[in-house]
């Protein structure tokens, strides 16, 4: 059973730190392309950060600088480092994964949900005093 599997949420403090995690169970990520993307209540989802199946990265303008994607293929995982938290941040983050050869431009900015057959169950971020 194809699985992907977010932690590392939760709640934290503006200008602090969180580094989300996507496990993946029943498939292994060599050969795909994952993305985060983010919905917060009562806003379209929006793409965050990809990641090729050959390390390269996209980072939205709104996080650039402030996020970073990373994939460890030995551990089938990938993660979102994620600094400088502001409110803005907070939103339910959910990791998706589609081969990387199905689409020539899977992570070319914006990011495109649709393109994406494999979503995890998402994990909250709240960024709050």
């Known amino acids: 059973q194809v699985q992907l599997v977010e932690s590392g949420g939760g709640l934290v403090q503006p200008g602090g730190s969180l580094r989300l995690s996507c496990a993946a169970s029943?498939?292994?990520?060599?050969?795909?392309?994952v993305a985060w993307f983010r919905q917060a209540p009562g806003k379209e989802r929006e793409g965050v950060s990809c990641i090729t199946n050959t390390g390269s990265t996209v980072h939205a303008g709104s996080v650039k600088g402030r996020f970073t994607i990373s994939r460890d293929d030995a551990k089938n995982t990938v993660y979102l480092e994620m600094n400088g938290l502001k409110p803005e941040d907070t939103a339910v983050y959910y990791c998706?994964?589609?081969?990387?050869?199905?689409?020539?431009?899977?992570?070319?900015?914006?990011?495109?949900?649709?393109?994406?057959?494999?979503w995890g169950q998402g994990t909250q971020v709240t960024v709050s005093s």
């Open positions: 029943g498939f292994t990520l060599d050969y795909f392309t």
């Open positions: 998706a994964a589609e081969m990387a050869s199905s689409y020539e431009d899977l992570c070319v900015e914006p990011l495109l949900g649709p393109h994406f057959a494999s």
